[in-house]
Nanobody, 121 residues
């Protein structure tokens, strides 16, 4: 069964950093566009960032300059480095793989189960 697994979430103070990982089994991530999404309680799931198969990256305005997406193809893993975290970044974060027409849309074929990120003092 194809599977994406997120890791690295947790509780962090405002201004802190976390690095999320998205690993895959039976799926070669370098062949897909990979997106990171988040969903806060009572809100719709929103696109945070994505990276194409060519390495092009896109970011939501709310995270530009603070978040960085990257690939490690040897490890078949995609990372989301999150710096200068704010309480409003609190959400469940999901990684997704696919061939979306719009990178930050939800048009992905495979999704992880999600991981909680909480930014609080």
């Amino acid at each position: 069964q194809l599977q994406l697994v997120e890791s690295g979430g947790g509780l962090v103070q405002p201004g802190g950093s976390l690095r999320l990982s998205c690993a895959a089994s039976r799926l070669t991530l370098s062949h897909y566009t990979i997106g990171w999404f988040r969903q806060a309680p009572g809100k719709e799931r929103e696109g945070v960032t994505c990276i194409s198969t060519y390495g092009s990256t896109y970011y939501a305005d709310s995270v530009k300059g603070r978040f960085t997406i990257s690939r490690d193809n040897a490890k078949n893993t995609v990372f989301l480095q999150m710096n200068s975290l704010k309480p409003e970044d609190t959400a469940v974060y999901y990684c997704a793989a696919g061939f979306p027409r719009v990178c930050l849309s939800r048009q992905y074929d495979y999704w992880g189960q999600g991981i909680q990120v909480t930014v609080s003092s």
